[in-house]
């Protein structure tokens, strides 16, 4: 486990310096924790830029990205019913919904990189299940929810996401009425959402909070949007964090944001830092980015400047210092390795994603995957190469095949030594190489496969070879059994 006293950066702005240079390798790690990893074009287009434009660059363009295309079955219902082709075939027709909104997912990621990174960053801050609400409307509209506010404000987010139906469902908002308040979502929007578990708040405020959120509607058994039903609402006086009034949904957020900034900015920057540098956080940078969200008015677009321009994010400490999720593990390898994903493959890496611990759209409960050590067990570090090697030797197609030569020549300049075509591979998909040259050598050598050695030897040999693809393929299936390819 790395340390804390390992690390030297504070808050205030990266400068490179000799020390500390704006390289490759900072570059990459840039992009790694920002998206799924650099492909060489982004590196060469990164270094041109100040370590400060590129990520005023990337914040600013995620945060003007438009959302999703939105799906023709955005808007059915099922009583009414409209769009499914009968009630007896919705099911059906939703479980198709959902591996498409998955396949949308993937693509966002790998085409988009850090709005959608944040969007499934956000799936598991506010979490709801599938399985709970079963609607493809309500899918739709979650989804988009993430999407426009994950750069947002935080206190707007909040308030959103609290009365799209998949929440309201999930945590049994829906329920809720004057006669019977349910405080499941009360409970985790402080417990999870905003304040952490046990930080300034009780039972009471817990019980008040369900009283005031009383009203809302949703049904999976119509899919139609949420409303609010005044017949439903508990209208009488409600005390919260010691204010007391006729508190409704809009003045819960109002009194929360008000009566319990301080709390609500340091949860949140807590969450960001252990998810976006390392998962044991450090509690002065964390003050300093709650300060920053609490002085921008909750605004989260400063937050993450700050938290990516810092002198803290580029210490060498945190290079290859987390360990990946299976989908930072996958829309990395299509990112990176340029692969030509087809719907077949988005499939096949939404169920390796679920194989491996992470079901989109479905986190294994509403507290959300846990991340970082509870990716890898001995079940899922097998499955990781057994998933992979599966693709890499029945799914490449010839267009992802010439990519790989391609970037190999970017990679090397086109070199025919097979060492550093090698070397270069496996130093482009591992933070920090490989860390004993003895490695470098195995990569080598099972770069060169089954070709005779004095084609090497007489320079012969080069990446327009028709066996090149072939011998890339085989140095792929070397390095992601290494434990520093599970690493970002």
Same mark, same amino acid.
């Given at each position: 486990?790395?340390?804390?006293?390992?690390?030297?950066?504070?808050?205030?702005? !990266?400068?490179?310096?000799? #020390?500390?240079?704006?390289? &490759?390798?900072?570059?990459?790690?840039? !992009?790694?924790?920002?998206?799924?990893?650099?492909?060489?074009?982004?590196?060469?287009?990164?270094?041109?830029?100040?370590?400060?434009?590129?990520?005023? *660059?990337?914040?600013?363009? #995620?945060?003007?990205?438009?959302?999703?295309?939105?799906?023709?079955?955005?808007?059915?219902?099922?009583?009414?019913?409209?769009?499914?082709?009968?009630?007896?075939?919705? %099911?059906?027709?939703?479980? %198709?919904?959902?591996?498409?909104?998955?396949?949308?997912?993937?693509?966002?990621?790998?085409?988009?990189?850090?709005?959608?990174?944040?969007?499934?960053?956000?799936?598991?801050?506010?979490?709801?299940?599938?399985?709970?609400?079963?609607?493809? &409307?309500?899918?739709?509209?979650?989804?988009?929810?993430?999407? *426009?506010?994950?750069?947002?404000?935080?206190?707007?987010?909040?308030?959103?996401?609290?009365?799209?139906? $998949?929440?309201? /469902?999930?945590?049994?908002?829906?329920?809720?009425?004057?006669?019977?308040?349910?405080?499941?979502?009360?409970?985790?929007?402080?417990?999870?959402?905003?304040?952490?578990?046990?930080?300034?708040?009780?039972?009471?405020?817990?019980?008040?909070?369900?009283?005031?959120?009383?009203?809302?509607?949703?049904?999976?058994?119509?899919?139609?949007? @949420?409303?609010?039903?005044?017949?439903?609402?508990?209208?009488?006086?409600?005390? /919260?964090?010691?204010?007391?009034?006729?508190?409704?949904?809009?003045?819960?957020? %109002?009194?929360?944001?008000? *009566?319990?900034?301080?709390?609500?900015?340091?949860?949140?920057?807590?969450?960001?830092?252990?998810?976006?540098?390392?998962?044991?956080?450090?509690?002065?940078?964390?003050?300093?980015?709650?300060?920053?969200?609490?002085?921008?008015?909750?605004?989260?677009?400063?937050?993450? &400047?700050?938290?990516? &321009?810092?002198?803290?994010?580029?210490?060498?400490?945190?290079?290859?210092? $987390?360990?990946?999720?299976? @989908?930072?593990?996958?829309?990395?390898?299509?990112?990176?390795?340029?692969?030509?994903?087809?719907?077949? /493959?988005?499939?096949?890496?939404?169920?390796?994603?679920?194989?491996?611990?992470?079901?989109?759209?479905?986190?294994?409960?509403?507290?959300?995957?846990?991340?970082?050590? #509870?990716?890898?067990?001995?079940?899922?570090?097998?499955?990781?190469?057994?998933?992979?090697?599966?693709?890499?030797? @029945?799914?490449?197609?010839?267009?992802?095949?010439?990519?790989?030569?391609?970037?190999?020549?970017?990679?090397?300049?086109?070199?025919?030594?097979?060492?550093?075509?090698?070397?270069?591979?496996?130093?482009?998909?591992?933070?920090?190489?490989?860390?004993?040259?003895?490695?470098?050598?195995?990569?080598?050598?099972?770069?060169?496969?089954?070709?005779?050695?004095?084609?090497?030897?007489?320079?012969?040999?080069?990446? %327009?070879?028709?066996?090149?693809?072939?011998?890339?393929?085989?140095?792929?299936?070397?390095?992601?059994?290494?434990?520093?390819? *599970?690493?970002?």
């Amino acid at each position: 486990m790395l340390t804390t006293n390992c690390v030297t950066g504070g808050i205030g702005a !990266y400068v490179p310096s000799v #020390a500390k240079p704006w390289n &490759k390798r900072r570059v990459e790690h840039l !992009y790694r924790r920002m998206g799924f990893g650099a492909t060489p074009d982004q590196v060469t287009a990164a270094l041109l830029l100040s370590p400060s434009a590129l990520i005023d *660059q990337i914040v600013d363009q #995620a945060a003007t990205l438009p959302a999703s295309p939105t799906p023709v079955w955005a808007s059915y219902t099922l009583n009414p019913l409209s769009g499914y082709s009968s009630t007896d075939n919705a %099911d059906d027709e939703m479980r %198709d919904h959902l591996r498409e909104w998955r396949r949308q997912l993937l693509t966002d990621m790998e085409v988009n990189g850090f709005r959608d990174k944040l969007v499934l960053f956000w799936h598991n801050h506010f979490v709801t299940g599938w399985s709970t609400y079963q609607c493809s &409307k309500y899918l739709y509209q979650y989804h988009l929810t993430l999407q *426009q506010y994950a750069l947002g404000n935080l206190k707007d987010f909040v308030y959103e996401i609290g009365k799209t139906p $998949a929440m309201l /469902i999930f945590l049994d908002g829906a329920l809720s009425t004057k006669n019977n308040p349910n405080e499941n979502y009360a409970r985790e929007l402080y417990e999870l959402f905003t304040l952490g578990e046990g930080n300034g708040y009780t039972q009471t405020d817990i019980i008040e909070t369900s009283r005031a959120l009383t009203g809302w509607r949703a049904s999976p058994g119509t899919c139609v949007d @949420a409303y609010f039903d005044p017949t439903r609402f508990d209208n009488l006086s409600k005390t /919260i964090f010691g204010q007391t009034g006729n508190w409704n949904y809009d003045d819960v957020h %109002d009194i929360l944001f008000q *009566q319990r900034s301080s709390e609500v900015a340091h949860h949140i920057c807590r969450k960001i830092y252990k998810h976006f540098v390392y998962n044991v956080p450090d509690e002065n940078i964390v003050s300093a980015l709650a300060t920053t969200l609490q002085n921008n008015n909750f605004e989260l677009v400063p937050v993450f &400047k700050q938290l990516f &321009k810092s002198d803290h994010f580029f210490d060498d400490a945190f290079v290859g210092a $987390a360990i990946k999720s299976p @989908a930072d593990y996958f829309v990395g390898l299509l990112h990176q390795l340029k692969i030509n994903y087809t719907t077949t /493959i988005l499939d096949y890496v939404a169920n390796g994603c679920g194989l491996l611990g992470q079901v989109l759209f479905e986190p294994v409960d509403v507290a959300g995957w846990p991340g970082h050590h #509870a990716w890898i067990t001995e079940d899922t570090l097998t499955r990781r190469w057994d998933l992979v090697s599966d693709y890499l030797s @029945a799914g490449v197609d010839t267009v992802t095949k010439d990519n790989w030569v391609q970037l190999a020549k970017d990679l090397t300049n086109d070199s025919n030594d097979p060492s550093v075509v090698a070397a270069a591979i496996a130093d482009y998909l591992l933070p920090n190489g490989l860390s004993d040259p003895e490695m470098y050598n195995t990569a080598t050598q099972v770069f060169k496969s089954d070709i005779p050695e004095n084609y090497f030897e007489d320079y012969s040999w080069n990446l %327009d070879w028709p066996e090149a693809p072939d011998q890339i393929n085989a140095l792929l299936g070397y390095l992601i059994r290494l434990p520093e390819f *599970q690493l970002a």
